[in-house]
């Protein structure tokens, strides 16, 4: 089964960047959009970015313009930078896999065939 890690999580100052990768390991089917969730304690899930095997993208309202989402198809490796980040960007971010669907129904209901385990990212004013 397909399994996902990712890594780049941290500590910035509002304003900073940073770069998250999430690697996908015995994908079973080359059609899948692969994307990021945030979460905070006590809060909704929310999806941000996913981008599919055709390279299409989609974003969240929250994230449009500051964060840009990219893949490395060979891999099955995505990466989310993160630019301009805010107070309100805290949160544990995961990486998740969903075959044969679009990117729109991803961000609101993806994911439902891998997750990783998450890396946390923390913005101080």
């Known amino acids: 089964a397909q399994q996902l890690a990712e890594s780049g999580g941290g500590s910035v100052q509002a304003g900073g960047s940073l770069r998250l990768s999430c690697a996908a390991s015995d994908v079973a089917y080359r059609k899948y959009c692969m994307g990021w969730f945030r979460q905070v304690p006590g809060g909704k899930r929310e999806g941000i970015a996913v981008?599919?095997?055709?390279?299409?993208?989609r974003y969240a309202e929250s994230v449009e313009g500051r964060f840009t989402i990219s893949k490395d198809s060979a891999q099955d490796t995505i990466y989310l930078q993160m630019n301009n980040l805010k107070p309100e960007d805290t949160a544990m971010y995961l990486c998740?896999?969903?075959?044969?669907?679009?990117?729109?129904?991803?961000?609101?209901?993806?994911?439902?065939?891998?997750w990783g385990q998450g890396t946390q990212v923390t913005v101080s004013s």
């Open positions: 998740a896999i969903e075959f044969f669907t679009t990117p729109a129904d991803f961000l609101v209901y993806g994911g439902k065939n891998a």
């Open positions: 981008i599919d095997t055709d390279g299409t993208t």
